[in-house]
């Protein structure tokens, strides 16, 4: 099973890409964590992205597709991928369209998480992930059963991250709208997308991108 999902930031790509993760055995390939653990540890690419990411715009198309063409073709991808939070430009999507000509595969489905604008301000800036195990948390829609504790691991530290504050989220959606919303209309002429009603309850959503997985794409 090979994925892309498609969505705004807040959508629910990154909840929803762990648990078709964890129920299917394929790879969450997450670009957006891949360079926050660079910036974290400090490295020469997380100095070059960091002021970028913190300002919400889109990290040039061509580390972008370097990082995915090394990590595509690690060993644990062989069994299927999602890609969450790529490609972002049209240039990206050509770039791992000719990446997976030369690997000899191909996407089965892109998905699309459906949001208006309007909830993912509020679903942002009230999320957090626990420290230890990365498990995502919302104040409002998504709270750890117990506070304060992880439901996962029972880790208690928990962290938010720095580009979910009001500013930058508005400047991450304007990159959406404007670099990778023409994606949509890019993969439906492939026949490859697939649209998912992203406003329901997390349940809700994994049940509705089952279903389509079930139907394939249309
Ligand atoms: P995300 O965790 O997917 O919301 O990504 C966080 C930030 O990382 C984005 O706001 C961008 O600055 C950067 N980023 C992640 N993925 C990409 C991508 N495919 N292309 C360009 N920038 C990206």
Do not use: W
């Not at 995915?68 to 999602?82: L, N, S, T, V």
């Not at 909830?119 to 829609?141: A, E, H, P």
């Amino acid at each position: 099973m090979r994925l892309i999902f498609l969505g705004p930031p807040g959508a629910g790509k990154g909840t929803q890409a762990k648990r078709i993760e964890e129920r299917f055995g394929v790879v969450q390939l997450s670009t957006g964590d891949m360079l926050r653990e660079a910036v974290n540890a400090g490295t020469e690419l997380g100095k070059q992205v960091s002021e970028v990411m913190q300002s919400g715009a889109l990290v040039s198309d061509d580390i972008i597709v370097a990082l995915i063409q090394e990590r595509i073709r690690q060993p644990d991808c062989a069994k299927g991928f999602i890609l969450d939070g790529f490609p972002r430009t049209v240039a990206q999507a050509e770039a791992l369209d000719t990446m997976l000509d030369t690997l000899g595969i191909a996407v089965d489905a892109v998905l699309e998480l459906k949001v208006d604008d309007v909830v993912l301000v509020d679903r942002i800036s009230n999320r957090f992930t626990c420290k230890d195990c990365g498990q995502g948390y919302n104040t409002k829609f998504d709270p750890p059963k117990e506070d304060g504790v992880c439901d996962k691991c029972e880790g208690v530290e928990f962290v938010y991250r720095p580009d979910d504050n009001a500013e930058t989220v508005a400047a991450r959606l304007a990159a959406y709208h404007e670099q990778t919303a023409p994606l949509l209309p890019y993969y439906a002429e492939k026949g490859s997308l697939c649209s998912v009603d992203a406003m329901q309850d997390i349940d809700a959503v994994t049940r509705s991108i089952y279903t389509v997985l079930e139907q394939g794409a249309s």
